[in-house]
T-cell receptor
Framework: DSGVTQTPKHLITATGQRVTLRCSPR?????VYWYQQSLDQGLQFLIQ???????AKGNILERFSAQQFPDLHSELNLSSLELGDSALYFC????????????FGPGTRLTVL | DAKTTQPTSMDCAEGRAANLPCNHS???????VYWYRQIHSQGPQYIIH???NNETNEMASLIITEDRKSSTLILPHATLRDTAVYYC??????????FGAGTQVVVTP
């Protein structure tokens, strides 16, 4: 158990819909990262938040957005869902310092039908 | 961040040491080598990391060559539960890891 929690574990929805994935970082960690893992793309970095502020952006679509709240939990919002958005979404956290080790949550499996 | 090259797959007999190679020929002086593994769609699990000295923890050993252009992760006594995809990542700056395709390790009885 990494200490990072993600809900829900599974999500099944239809094209065009909007969903919200939630992540609670390890106790004491200030930084949260979101990654997407699809069958043909591997693990792709989406976005990073540090203490409520966006710090880095990766291959995140405009239909996707994220935020980190004052209690440091984070939400990833996916809208206008397409079949290709079906994937595992992982959250990771670290203390926010240079080269701190990232610990990953168990992931949310999103299926878009 | 420097790119890494790993074999696509490898098999290992249970109880034997598994030696996983990684090439990172473009690594620069301030870049660390990290290893993670992912067991069947679970979240990636941190194994070990190092800069230039060899490192050992309860899970594995990391051997980095003197020129730092390659490294080897050693699982000293592989078990069936070590079957996973192993990722070698070179990281220099804040935040994100760039995951490659990794090495699929299958431990057989």
């Amino acid at each position: 158990d990494s200490g990072v929690t993600q809900t829900p574990k599974h999500l099944i929805t239809a094209t065009g819909q909007r969903v919200t994935l939630r992540c609670s970082p390890r106790s004491g960690d200030l930084s949260v990262y979101w990654y997407q893992q699809s069958l043909d793309q591997g693990l792709q970095f989406l976005i990073q938040y540090y203490n409520g502020e966006e710090r880095a952006k990766g291959n995140i679509l405009e239909r996707f957005s994220a935020q980190q709240f004052p209690d440091l939990h984070s939400e990833l919002n996916l809208s206008s869902l397409e079949l290709g958005d079906s994937a595992l979404y992982f959250c990771a956290s670290d203390a926010g310092g240079l080269l701190d080790t990232q610990y990953f949550g168990p992931g949310t499996r999103l299926t878009v039908l | 961040d420097a790119k890494t090259t790993q074999p696509t797959s490898m098999d290992c007999a249970e109880g034997r040491a598994a030696n996983l190679p990684c090439n990172h020929s473009t690594i620069s002086g301030n870049e660390y080598v990290y290893w993670y593994r992912q067991i069947h769609s679970q979240g990636p699990q941190y194994i070990i990391h190092g800069l230039k000295n060899n490192e050992t923890n309860e899970m594995a050993s990391l051997i980095i060559t003197e020129d730092r252009k390659s490294s080897t992760l050693i699982l000293p006594h592989a078990t069936l539960r070590d079957t996973a995809v192993y990722y070698c990542i070179v990281r220099s700056s804040w935040g994100k890891f760039q995951f490659g395709a990794g090495t699929q390790v299958v431990v057989t009885p």
